[in-house]
């Protein structure tokens, strides 16, 4: 078989692959119709993490379960576009990490809304300006942003879904070669980050290192400067055109961001392997071990509590302090739903979804 008969029948398998898509598509169609009689939701992560997990397990070719979910979460991302137009705000600026988590969960089709605050992003979803919001909520390197756990606290929207984006960055430039580079632009973080890439490849040259407030502003300016070179986000440098000369630069590998997808109102059903995660605000009295008491309500019931913050009242004059926790289970599990009826009064569940799609 030579390469013409190979890509013949590449040809062949896409167009059997688009009558499918358009056969699933018509499917999803009539799905959305009546989801909009009915009133339900059209994103439903247990749902496609189900599929995903289904289809791994099913695979018997070359293709891995990352590169299923690639696949079929832009399939999804396009399916609901065809159920329901979405609009998702995130936190900016475009090229971000965060734009990277939006857009690697609703796809190429949908509509993007760039805005400059992580409480920008809780407003538009709370007056409904957009369906959805991402915003970061944790770093395992640099730890929580107390700012998305406060706004948690303040404002009236539930957690969709979270998910896990490793961090990875970029070396870009139009440089024709690396000796033709005097300056590297990038924000403070990722020279920090960066610190041993760079010590490796540019030992013999005298670089200037040019912070600025993003890394997607340092791939324009590296765009518009053929002595330059910029450390970002692969997604900053093709929103730019800038050519990736190197991948994953990172000095550490584990780097990862935890980001929330917000709605205005939202529950999911249960995936059998799920989160919730809350808010108590316990009662202030001179009795000691509230806490305690709290906490072992959940151990009784066989509720593993996987984090807890401790955030204090703003504008009290005492020292008093409410809870954000996260704890494995589904608030409509028999266990969950027990604790939380008893303790009503002082908790705010913010939402329950399957664990990190």
Known sequence: MNLDDLRKGIDNIDSQLLKLLNERMDLVKKVGDLKRVT???????????EIIGRL????????????????????????????LPEKVAYLGPEGSFTHQ????????????????????????????????????????????????????????????????????????????QLTDIKRIYSKDIAFRQCRGFLNKYF????????????????????????????????????????PMVFQNIEDNSNNRTRFFILAKQFENQKSGDDKTTMIARLPHTENPGVLADFLNDFKDQGINITKIESRPYKGSEEFNFWFFLEASGHQNDDNMSEVISKHQQHIKVLGSYVKNI
């Open 39 to 49: 009133k339900t939701v059209i994103y439903r992560p247990e749902r496609e993490k």
């Open 56 to 83: 791994s397990k099913e695979s018997s070719g070359i293709l891995d379960s990352k590169a299923i979910e690639a696949i079929f979460l832009e399939i999804f991302a396009t399916a609901r576009n065809i159920e």
């Open 101 to 176: 988590a939006a857009e690697s969960r609703f796809g190429a089709l949908s509509e993007y809304i760039m805005l400059p605050s992580i409480k920008s992003v809780f407003e538009a979803v709370d007056t409904e300006r957009t369906r959805f919001g991402v915003i970061p909520i944790e770093n395992n390197q640099a730890g929580i942003v107390y700012e998305t756990i406060d706004l948690l606290n303040e404002m009236d929207v539930s957690i969709v879904a979270e998910l896990k984006l490793p961090i990875h960055f970029a070396f870009a430039s139009v440089a024709d």
């Open 203 to 242: 030992e013999q040259q005298e670089l200037e290192e040019i912070q600025v407030e993003s890394t997607s502003k340092a791939a324009r300016l590296a765009f518009e400067d053929p002595e330059s070179a910029a450390i970002c986000s692969e997604i900053a440098a093709k929103l730019f055109g800038l």
